[in-house]
């Protein structure tokens, strides 16, 4: 806990207080600032303490919400590259908030990692990241609202991907887009939710509607049957879905009733992720945003590097997205 008061005060890493723990007066121009924080604190360390803190893992900790979907496999595995070509290994551990774990794997952890990166949203409690702040513990968080203050956040511009994703269908001759997305307390959700609805507004479109289902291939295709009568007596010629799960579902649901994709309907997917194996039918290429998966595993990466080698900052970048046009939209004569 010495050691935690010690960076807290400081504004620095755990890393940097065991460096200079060891330094000569000379060495370092941060040495005689700890010296006077120590006094400050009435802090005194035994020898036998500062060769315990000044040991160095070279770990990073990654706790993920999934460690197998494909979304997620694609940041754990450009993270590992990242931080073995930098000399640091990883421990992956999976996570999340809403189901109950007996296990603390923050603090399991605490001593055994450097650092932490967090991905996927409802992986780290406010509590959490406050508590890893306050002892001088880097960490990093992809995905999800800025919450705590100070710490580094990592996501996407999801409002604006959404809103080019519906221009694209706009620039179609598309007037009527139904917009289909996932459980609504998820920030990405709101997020893209809202792009599409500045899309409708800006573009001065005459229906809007979004329909929200779970992440389950069953209950996205039993939704495309359901809508498939709606789609029609409603002349809504194309969707925007929350990602290209939704996205291949519904065109499979859709494809039960006889509405064929882009034929018959246009739709946009998110993500730009692969799922037509779970289809019984042809689904076309999807027309998709797609994120920058590996420019933000590589800088969550770096960041969380120069942190747990120096001063703990403020690191966070919100990326752009790319709109990548296939096979699954078409123009309206």
Request: charged share 25%; with cysteine.
């Amino acid at each position: 806990m010495k050691l935690h008061r010690l960076a807290k005060e400081m504004k620095l890493s755990r890393a940097t207080i065991t460096q200079l723990l060891h330094a000569k007066p000379e060495d370092h121009k941060d040495y005689q600032r700890l010296m006077n924080a120590m006094s400050q604190l009435g802090i005194e360390m035994s020898e036998p303490e500062t060769v315990k803190h000044v040991h160095r893992t070279r770990t990073i900790g990654v706790i993920s919400r999934d460690l197998t979907e494909t979304f997620f496999n694609e940041f754990i595995t450009h993270i590992q590259h990242k931080a073995d070509e930098l000399g640091y290994g990883v421990v992956f551990v999976k996570k999340h908030n809403y189901a109950k774990q007996n296990v603390d794997y923050v603090k399991l952890l605490d001593e055994k990692v450097d650092g932490f990166i967090f991905l996927g949203e409802e992986t780290a409690k406010h509590n959490e990241v406050e508590l890893l702040m306050e002892q001088g513990v880097p960490c990093i968080l992809i995905q999800g609202k800025k919450v705590v203050k100070g710490a580094t956040y990592i996501n996407i511009h999801n409002d604006r991907a959404a809103f080019d994703a519906v221009s694209h269908l706009v620039k179609q001759k598309h007037k009527r887009i139904i917009h289909i997305t996932g459980p609504g307390n998820l920030f990405e959700v709101s997020e893209r939710r809202k792009g599409y609805e500045k899309a409708v507004v800006e573009y001065d479109l005459d229906y809007m509607q979004t329909l929200n289902v779970e992440m389950e291939y069953e209950r996205i295709f039993d939704l495309g049957s359901k809508i498939a009568t709606h789609i029609m007596d409603d002349h809504i010629s194309a969707a925007f879905c929350f990602n290209n799960l939704i996205a291949t579902g519904i065109i499979d649901g859709l494809m039960e009733h006889g509405i064929l994709v882009p034929k018959d309907f246009s739709v946009v997917g998110f993500d730009d992720l692969s799922f037509r194996h779970l289809s019984q039918n042809w689904i076309p290429n999807l027309s998709s945003v797609r994120q920058p998966q590996i420019k933000m595993a590589n800088y969550a990466v770096e960041r969380l590097i120069e942190m747990m080698e120096g001063a703990i900052y403020d690191a966070s970048k919100v990326f752009d997205c790319d709109f990548i046009d296939r096979d699954s939209t078409r123009y309206i004569s």
